[in-house]
């Protein structure tokens, strides 16, 4: 009997989403072959995602299943692919490089001339003082699933307020980091912990190094955006304070 040809795997992905471009990374460095749909310039490619049942993206999937790409654990069972991910590092390690990167976001975030806070860069719908915003609201929902609240999606759309300018956003970037280190300073330093979130109940250590990672992403978007309008970043981040965490080659995809 002829067997049924294969269900071709598809990624849905939006620019400047930072899971996004980590997961098209990832399966292009494995040699999956997939379908590339971007949702915020495809109509029908976003109406297949809302089809599937998908609140969020990135999303692989095949046929009507799909797995959420937040753990590329889940990718890897997802696929029934052979890769052996790398380990985490440390949680000490973890929150030394996110420490460093929230300072370094605070920094940058100074840098912004406010004319133009609220320009979006390139073809992502998220202006340049939201994307700073967006570096500690990661932060900090990481920070609330170690207190032990649910991690959602939605929390990663919120925005700055209105009324703030670059000195405001990086004042609330200031408080994130102090409550981190306040966080850390009592909590179960192992990480071993359970963590609810929207894509399953994962060790606080995976969620952690996943908040680590994505501040980091946004973090050097930030560098990139200030280099665009032709101002020097302060300090960026440099590999040797990437190194470790599972960022993406490109900073913008």
């Known amino acids: 009997m002829q067997q049924a040809p294969a269900l071709p795997i598809k990624v849905f992905w939006q620019p400047g989403c930072s899971s996004c471009l980590r997961t098209k990374e990832f399966l292009q460095k494995n040699g999956v072959v997939f379908e590339s749909v971007n949702v915020a310039a495809d109509p029908s490619g976003l109406a297949e995602l809302r089809a599937l049942g998908a609140r969020s993206v990135p999303i692989v999937s095949r046929g009507t299943e799909y797995t959420l790409c937040q753990s590329m654990g889940d990718v890897v069972k997802f696929l029934g692919l052979a890769t052996v991910l790398s380990d985490a590092l440390p949680p000490a390690q973890l929150y030394g490089k996110l420490d460093h990167v929230l300072h370094t976001a605070i ?11 609220r320009e979006n860069f390139r073809n992502r719908n998220r202006t340049l003082g939201d994307t700073a915003f967006h570096v500690f609201r990661v932060s900090e929902m990481g920070l609330q699933t170690g207190e032990g609240q649910p991690l959602r999606p939605e929390g990663f759309g919120e925005l700055a307020p209105p009324e703030w300018g670059a000195p405001e956003i990086a ?8 409550r981190l280190a306040a966080w850390w300073a009592q909590t179960d330093q192992s990480l071993v912990f359970t963590a609810n979130t929207y894509y399953g109940d994962k060790s606080m250590h995976e969620v952690f190094e996943r908040t680590a990672w994505h501040s980091a992403q946004h973090t050097r978007q930030l560098a990139l955006m200030l280099e665009s309008h032709g101002i020097a970043p302060d300090r960026p981040l440099t590999t040797a304070d990437l190194a470790g965490l599972p960022v993406p080659d490109d900073v913008w995809g």
């Open 107 to 117: 920094r940058l975030t100074r840098q912004f001339p406010a004319d133009r806070l």
């Open 171 to 178: 004042a609330w970037g200031e408080e994130v980091r102090r």
